[in-house]
């Protein structure tokens, strides 16, 4: 196993094309893993998480830091359910 195709399994590429030459690998690979990290960074920003630490995550990752993201919970709903909570019990 060579390192294009360590690349291409790690990416998701190799499961769409497998027969993708080299060049092509590594220019479609870095691409969908700027805009991951670019995706990353949105939604962290939107639920409440340090935009920088996901948007450098989401460059390396690629759609295994998205995947993560979308399964974790909103930081923003939780920390609001809590000091309901606190005023609740408070009163």
């Given at each position: 196993m060579d390192l294009y195709t360590?690349?291409?399994y790690?990416?998701?590429l190799y499961f769409i094309r497998p027969d993708l030459d080299s060049s092509t690998l590594l220019r479609t690979g870095a691409l969908v893993h700027i805009v991951d990290a670019v995706l990353c960074g949105?939604?962290?920003r939107q639920s409440g998480r340090n935009r920088n630490i996901w948007?450098?995550?989401g460059l390396f990752l690629g759609i295994w830091a998205l995947g993560t993201l979308f399964l974790l919970p909103d930081k923003?709903?939780?920390s609001m359910q809590s000091e309901d909570c606190k005023l609740q019990k408070s009163k």
């Open positions: 360590i690349f291409g790690f990416s998701g949105v939604i962290a948007t450098v995550t923003r709903k939780s």
